[in-house]
């Protein structure tokens, strides 16, 4: 944890100092590379990027410089930026959870056969909401039963306050990577940064 330190702000460092050390090692950490990562993008030391990221919050930018998003996962961490608002989320394909129960209590009406449910097309589906989730600023508690996928994935739409947001869904190596924006992310993405042990 000591060496990130260098670029973590001084609210940052006392918030790491609250946590416990697995906490504040992956807080500490991931604020070391969105400041990183934006530092080149703006051209400015990584301890001048007016960057507000506490706990539980989503990180963000004052008015004129964009917004960034990320997301990590057991191996790895990603960060997006782009002019107006971004949702972010990487999930490994390997990840071990419930997505049979997951399945069965948010993603579908009716209860279906369980020999048609694929745990990839789960984490899919749980990374795309994920990501629309991030681009709302809301939180997955909440929000995880309205989202659902539109016109053949190419859309996340939130059946409760009628938004509707584009979705690009990709996986790189051993990841799946959805990102949610009111842009065309089709044809643009705007990843600055990807996993916390290799940049591209």
């Not at 979705?167 to 992310?185: C, E, M, P, V």
Request: glycine share 4%; net charge positive.
């Amino acid at each position: 944890m000591g060496n990130v330190t260098h670029v973590s702000s001084p609210q940052e460092i006392n918030i790491a100092s609250k946590l416990s050390s697995s906490r504040a090692k992956i807080f500490l950490e991931s604020r070391f590379y969105i400041r990183d990562a934006l530092s080149k993008l703006f051209d400015l030391n990584p301890l001048e990027i007016p960057l507000s990221a506490n706990p539980g919050k989503p990180p963000s930018l004052p008015s004129g410089m964009g917004y960034v998003s990320m997301s990590h996962c057991k191996d790895s961490c990603i960060i997006c930026w782009n002019k107006k608002r971004i949702g972010i989320d990487i999930e490994c394909s390997d990840r071990n959870f419930n997505y049979k129960g997951l399945a069965q209590k948010y993603f579908y009406k009716k209860i279906i056969n369980n020999s048609e449910l694929n745990k990839y097309d789960i984490l899919k589906r749980w990374s795309a909401i994920e990501a629309a989730i991030k681009w709302d600023r809301g939180k997955l508690s909440n929000d995880i039963k309205f989202w659902k996928y539109k016109n053949y994935k190419k859309n996340m739409f939130h059946i409760e306050k009628k938004l509707t947001v584009n979705l690009n869904q990709f996986s790189f190596l051993k990841w799946t990577i959805s990102i949610a924006s009111q842009n065309d992310l089709h044809s643009s993405i705007n990843i600055i940064c990807n996993n916390i042990r290799h940049i591209i």
